[in-house]
Structures are given as C-alpha cells and as structure tokens.
C-alpha cells in the first residue's frame, strides 16, 4: 500500500480525475455503420479512434479524450459546448487523390503573418515518387523537392496572386472561390467532407498554399494499406500506398494522364477530409499497384500520414449514437450525491456488521476499510498513470461492490462459526473454516469476474464502468481476503478476548454445542 | 429482532424449506405468469434512451412546469415533433423530454434552439442547461449489445459453473437466474418504472450477483452431500435442505449488506437527484437483489434437489431411506429421517 501510496503523494494526484457525467462537459457517442451490416473489426475501429483523436487533439481542444469502448468509439470534452465537439467528430474522414488544376500561396492578408512571396508553395511539400510495386525505387532518383513548384513569378503574386496561373477549362466560380479563399484556421474547411464528384477549393495543411483540385480520381476506401518507411539509400521518410485491384486501375489511370502535363497540373493532390495532405507531382505513370508518396517527412508525420490513408480506406461511417452535455452544476450535484450515498451505503453496512458480529464486526471493518484505501489509491494511481477518469457507473460500481467485499468475510465467519458449534477451539476453526470459506470465496468472485470482463468487453456506454469498478474491487476482495483478514484473524485467534468466545467478540459458543458435547439426550 | 438475530447466531436455523417446494414452484410459477402477462399486456415503459429524442437538464427554483412546458413547446413547433414531457427532479431539478434527435446539422441547430429558448424563458445562462441527445438507432444498438452480453455471460458461466461443480448445477443456477430476470421486469411493466439504459446494466449486474449467491448456496450443499452416500440416513433432498440452513444465515446476511448499500444509493438518487443514472441503477438492483436472494434459496436448490433425484444413485439412495424410515415408523416410531430428528432434539434441549 505505501509502494502505491508514494507515486500518488509525489504527484499530488489526491483526487482522481472525474469523468464528464462529474465535472460537466461534452460527451459523443460514435456507432460504427459497416456498408455490409457487418461487425466492424477491432484494427479498423483502433485506427479510427487514432484518426478522431488527432482530429480532436489537432483541433487545440485539451483534454480531450478518445476512447475506443466495447465497438463504439467515445469522445469526451470537458467544459465544451456541443456544437464545437460535434462539428470535429461528427464527420467521417474521407481521403481522396485529385489532381491539381492550379496552385497558389495562402492570402498574405489571411494568413496572419505575410507568406514570403519567394517561397512556392508546393516547396513545402513534397515531391513525390511513385514507384511500380515490388522491386526497388527504379527510374526517377529522388530530385529536389523545389523543382515542383509552380512557375508563378514572385513579381505578378505581389499584385495578383492568381496571375499567370493557368486556369483554363476552369470554372470562373470557382476561381472566384479561389481568390477569396482564407487557409487559416477554421475556413481551411477541416472536418467538411468534400464532393468527390466535384472539383473542389482546398488549402494544404499547415495553411501556407490553396488550391484547385480537379474531380476524386481514387478514393480512400480505394486504398488496401498504407505503411511509413524509410528510404535506406538516403534515410528520408515516405509512405508507401498499396491500392486494391480497382484502386490500381484508378490510379495508373490518373497517373497516365497526367504525367506530361505542365506544372502544376501533373501534380496529385493528397486530401483528407477536405484538406490537402500532400501534392506530389507524377513523373511517370504508377501501374503496379502501390505508390510511394515522400517529402519532408519525419518519422511522426509519416506515420500520420500512413494512418490517416489506412483510415481512409475504413469501410466504416461513423453515426452519432448520443450526444451528451453536462452542465458543471448538475455534474457537481452527481458527485456529491454520489459520495453521500457510498457514505451512508459504507455506514450502514458497517452498522450492521458491528451489530451483528460485534467484536468478529471489528475485523470485517477493518477489512472495509483497507478494501477501501486500496480502492481509493488504486483508482488515483489510475487517474494518474493511465487516464482513468472516475465516472457516476464506476462510482455505483465501487458502492455496489462494498455488498460482496463484505460477503466475503461473511462467508468466512459464519464457517468459523461452524467450527466453534463443532466443538472446535477457535485457532483450529479458523484454520478449518478458511480452507472450506477459501473456496467458496474464489468461486463466487471467479462467477463475478467472468460477470465483469464480459460486461466490460461487450459493453456500451456507461456500463464498461460499472464492470470495471465491479472487476476491481472484486480483484481488491481478493487481496483483503487473503492478505489482510485471514492473517489477521490467525493473529487474534490467540488473544484471549476472542479465544474465549466474550460475550462482545462475536465468537461466544453457542449453547448448543455444549448440550451436543453431552451425552445424547435419552428419549422421552 | 435481537432474538431472531441470537436464534440465527446461536444453533443455525432449521427449515424445511424444500419439504415445502411445492409452494415456491406454485409461487414462483405465479410470478412469472403475472410478470409475462405484464410483460406481453402493459409492456415496459422505455426511456428516451430507447426511442430517440433528446432531453434537456437544468436546476431552477423559480421555474413551473408551465413556463418550462411553455418554452420548450413553442421552440419545437414548426420541427415535426411537438411531443415535449416535462417532469421535476429532485428539488429543483428540471428535465424537459423532447423527440428531437441528432444527425445532421440542421436537428443540431433545433436542439440548440429548443436549448436557447429554454434559458432565455427562465434567465438561465445557456451553459447550465444540460443537453442529451439520443439517436434513434441508438436504443435498438444498447439492446441488441445487451443481448449479446446476456448470451455470451450465460455461456460463460455455464462453463465455468459445469468446471467448478458440475452441469445440473449450473443448469440449476441459471434457470434461478431466468426466474430473477423475468420477474424483475415484471415488477418494471406493472410498476411503470421508466426503463433506462441504467436499468439494463443493474438487470445484467443482477445476473452476477443472483449467480453469486446460488454459487455459494451450492459450494455448501457440495460439501454436506460429498459424504452421503456412505451413511445413507439422508437422501439428497434432505442434505439439500440442511446445506440450505447452513447458509442461510450468510445468504441473508448477505442480502441486507448487498441492498443497504443500494438502498442507500436509491434514497439519495430519488431525493436529491430524481430521475437519473443512480436512481434508474439502484431501483433495478433493490428489486433484483431480493428476487435474487428468494430464487437462489427457494428456487434453484429445489431444482438441483430435483434434478439430482433422477440419477440412479440418488433415487436408490432416497428408496433406501425411505425403507428404513418405514421400518423405524414400524418399530414404534422413535426417530425419524434425520431432519425430524434433528428438530425433535432441538426442541428438548
């Protein structure tokens, strides 16, 4: 207990972390839709939840927390309206590959600080060698990125940053769209599913350029794996893209086309939810299958990038199973109603085992009480190690459970108890009696360990809560049981108090086994 | 209650509680028919966890049902759904019930509308008004997982129950826990409690704990009929009956230390909170809790005590002592089968 105990004290972590039904905030509930009907697999909701958190944690929201639970997908903001939450989750991701019609620098103006006019934007990011599937990186070596930048003059961007960008076959409205189109921060359109039969205005990622993105020519379902790696000859970071059959047809298709084509329209854009990853310009036309998409990777951004692709070809759609907001007063009011009835729970049990046991009631309480302590040190070390957050079901869960913790001891005294009527001296009934409450002990919190895992591994919402605080304290009966009570009572079997059954201990030799230790009665 | 209390501490009860299975299989048979018929008749009176809609949660000392009633209804007209229910939580609790759901970002807007409006009627800031919003498949999803859950831990406990004592035990055991499940949800149809997904989770945490309670009903009768068939004065059912008063003691001790807790958590969740996780938990609890404890003593022993009557050793057994209690009778009727012996001595003494 001081070995938990000491990490606590050091990190001041008293108080556990509250969920959000206790400290208010937003809660929404995601429900994975398959196109089949079909179970959604556990890899594809594990990278779903990967993706949403970036989404989430990309978004300058802290604390907030993505949770994969049973096959539902849980994101937790504390302190946050709805409509900000919902509109960062409540989108799928959809990554498509289009074509570049045109390319510019984000608004000087809406940028915040002004763009260097030197710098194209596509130097930034990448340039991109798509290579066949299966042998070595063949034909075009890598080159320098800056050689994929768009010809504008740094002269006509100062007046015009749409001069000499060719934008014929272009539609004048959205060339419109592309004038006044502001890359910072929210109006990059992020979260906004695009059209994919549509063309479309999209800004890259980190903001620095826009762009006109011709109809999705692959999409991400279109996508069968995507894995980070690293070029051993010039230790560069990319991401190798494997399609599907059809995926391999779109791509050699769309790769064919546009190889040739002038700057920057043999370029192909990267999109994830509406905003431009990557735009690497195509060299030669992809037919085997798989893509190699590099650039100014680092090992983080490439992995991201691996993921986001992998997640683009989830064959999932997320729908809104609920959406909950607490307000911090009725979260508060939760808490305080909840420790009061844990409070008043403990007291009443307490009550009845001093009652009814007496001085054997001492012990049981005692075993509460440390059942208690290693329940309150277990769930701040969780809350501060590995994100525990103490939610109303854990809390009925814990309140519950003080019912079997209690059980267990009274298991154990009513055999002793047996024992004692037997006619047998308390340090041998103790003995005796923990062998047969032993197993009775692990049967029953076996029952309700199986009862806990399931629930907490087919569990909806609140209800993997409730089986974890339930698989805890029965783990923490367990311990009690054999680490503190047994101990314990092998310790007071040989104080006199309890040895010779005092009226006050609980353990007073009932009557009968005095007359049954006399000869059988004669008959009538 | 000090005497039943010294009675129970001091010799252990003695009972004939399966002599008697003919009236806890009339009774327990009466249950259930009343419960089905509660069940197929009123049926269960789901929340809108189930049906879809969304529900707003405030706290207010000067609101009335009327005003509350008033605002939400008039920011909902025109959106299709106009069913709003308004009902008092606790002592200043509010919470309004309406049929909107979420998806797209139009209801969210008429969510937030409904929301606004609600503060702006009662001078609220619109942060301190709770909102929840249900999908409606969402209901459909937290039943078909429940049921899914109630399988697979059926199975499991089987399983395990097969392992640690042997099939007629755990068939025994989860036909109690078959009995618990429907009359609980008997008492939720003809009561009306609103059913909840809170009230799923204390029907599945019933399940764990009536299983908990028949396990160690069962440990004990394992142990007073391991050594029977040497001694053949008992038959099985008798054995039964006294490993049932061996733990009857624990197995009402347990009941109340298990449903003190709940009952305190159903106390604090009707009267300070209303309507609410805690109360919807505690309720399907209390009531489980004691059908629970009923089914393990009164129903599950008398179907093990059956069911173990038919192996052949069993039923030899009990002809044997049926035979040699006729033969005392005949002897002039000095002592019975041990129970009645038992009993007989217990009064001398």
């Known amino acids: 207990m001081l070995v938990m105990a000491a990490p606590i004290v050091q990190q001041r972590a008293f108080v556990p972390r509250y969920g959000l039904d206790l400290a208010g905030g937003t809660t929404v509930t995601l429900s994975p839709v398959t196109p089949d009907g079909s179970r959604p697999s556990r890899e594809s909701l594990d990278q779903a939840v990967e993706i949403i958190r970036d989404r989430v944690n990309g978004s300058g929201i802290s604390d907030a927390e993505t949770v994969r639970s049973g096959d539902t997908i849980v994101v937790t903001v504390p302190g946050r309206g709805r409509q900000e939450v919902l509109e960062l989750v409540g989108t799928t991701a959809e990554l498509r590959f289009r074509q570049v019609l045109a390319v510019a620098p984000a608004r000087a103006d809406a940028a915040g600080a002004p763009t260097p006019s030197g710098t194209p934007a596509a130097s930034a990011r990448p340039a991109a060698l798509p290579h066949p599937s299966g042998g070595p990186v063949p034909g075009p070596s890598p080159t320098a990125p800056a050689s994929a930048g768009p010809r504008a003059s740094p002269g006509a961007q100062r007046d015009d940053p749409l001069a000499g960008l060719d934008l014929t076959g272009i539609e004048p409205a959205l060339v419109e769209e592309f004038r006044r189109v502001d890359c910072s921060a929210r109006a990059r359109g992020q979260g906004v599913p695009d059209d994919p039969g549509a063309r479309i205005v999209a800004c890259s990622q980190d903001g620095s350029s826009r762009y006109i993105l011709d109809r999705a020519a692959v999409r991400g379902t279109d996508v069968r794996n995507a894995t980070p790696a690293v070029d051993p000859a010039t230790g560069e970071w990319y991401v190798s893209a494997e399609f599907t059959d059809a995926g391999a047809a779109a791509f050699a298709r769309v790769t064919g086309r546009i190889t040739g084509l002038p700057e920057p329209r043999n370029r192909l854009a990267v999109v994830l939810d509406g905003v431009v990853v990557s ?56 808490l305080r109603g909840g420790l009061i009835a844990g409070g008043l729970g403990l007291l009443a049990v307490v009550g009845y085992a001093m009652l009814y046991y007496r001085g054997l009631g001492l012990v049981a309480v005692s075993g509460l009480v440390v059942a208690a302590l290693l329940t309150y040190l277990s769930v701040a070390l969780l809350s501060a190690y590995a994100g525990f957050r103490l939610s109303l079901p854990h809390i009925v869960g814990l309140i519950v459970s003080i019912g079997v913790t209690a059980d267990s001891f009274i298991v154990y005294f009513e055999r002793i108890r047996d024992g004692l009527r037997a006619g047998r001296p308390l340090h041998v009934a103790v003995e005796t009696g923990w ?19 399931t629930l907490y591994l087919l569990a909806v919402g609140g209800v993997a809560g409730f089986a974890f605080a339930m698989g805890l304290t029965t783990l923490i009966d367990l311990a009690v049981v054999f680490l503190f009570t047994k101990p314990l009572l092998t310790v007071l079997a040989r104080v006199r108090f309890f040895a010779e059954g005092h009226r006050l201990s609980g353990l007073r030799r009932p009557r009968r086994t005095a007359a049954g230790a006399r000869p059988a009665p004669r008959g009538t | 209650m000090a005497g039943l209390a010294d009675r129970l501490r001091g010799d252990g009860p003695d009972l004939d509680i399966l002599g008697r299975r003919r009236l806890w299989y009339g009774l327990s048979l009466a249950l259930l028919v009343l419960s089905l018929a509660g069940l197929l008749g009123r049926g269960l009176n789901l929340g809108v966890e189930f049906t879809g809609g969304s529900v707003f949660t405030f706290t207010s000392a000067s609101a009335t049902v009327e005003r509350v009633r008033e605002a939400a209804a008039g920011a909902i007209r025109g959106s299709g759904d106009g069913q709003v229910i308004v009902q008092r939580t606790g002592a200043h609790g509010w919470r309004v019930t309406t049929g909107l759901t979420s998806g797209d970002r139009q209801s969210d807007e008429r969510v937030e509308h409904v929301r606004r409006a609600i503060a702006e009627r009662l001078g609220l800031p619109p942060g301190e008004i709770g909102v929840q919003v249900i999908g409606a498949s969402w209901g459909g999803r937290v039943t078909e997982r429940a049921a899914l859950g109630l399988a697979v831990l059926l199975a499991a406990v089987i399983g395990y129950l097969s392992f640690a004592f042997e099939w007629r035990m755990a068939l025994a055991a989860v036909a109690a826990l078959g009995h618990d499940l429907v009359v609980t949800a008997g008492v939720y149809a003809w009561t009306g409690f609103e059913v909840t997904p809170a009230t799923l989770l204390g029907f599945l945490t019933i399940l764990g704990y009536s299983l908990y309670d028949a396990v160690v009903v069962f440990d004990m009768i394992k142990e007073v009929t391991a050594r029977l068939g040497s001694t053949g004065k008992m038959t099985y059912t008798q054995a039964a009956n006294r490993a049932l008063n061996a733990t009857l003691v624990r197995s009402l001790n347990t009941t109340l230390v298990a449903i003190l807790p709940v009952a305190s958590i159903l106390f604090i969740g009707t009267t300070l909170l209303g309507a609410g996780t805690l109360r919807d938990l505690s309720l399907a609890l209390f009531v489980g809790m004691i059908v629970g404890t009923y089914s393990s003593l009164c129903v599950a022993t008398p179907l093990l005590a059956a069911l173990k009557e038919r192996e052949p050793r069993y039923a030899a057994l009990a002809r044997r002592v049926a035979g040699r209690d006729r033969a005392l009778a005949g002897a002039g009727r000095s002592a019975g089968p041990a129970t009645t012996a038992h009993k007989r001595r217990k009064r001398q003494s």
């Open chain 1, 279 to 334: 735009a690497p310009a195509i060299r030669e036309p992809v037919v085997g299958g798989s893509a190699r998409i590099g650039g100014d990777f680092t090992r983080e951004s490439a992995t991201r990038l691996a993921r986001q692709l992998r997640y683009g070809a989830l064959p999932l759609r997320f729908e809104r199973g609920t959406v909950e907001e607490i307000s911090s007063t009725l979260g508060a009011d939760q």
């Open chain 1, 435 to 453: 062998r047969r409450a032993r197993r009775t002990i692990l049967v029953a919190d076996a029952v309700t360990l199986i009862a806990a895992v």
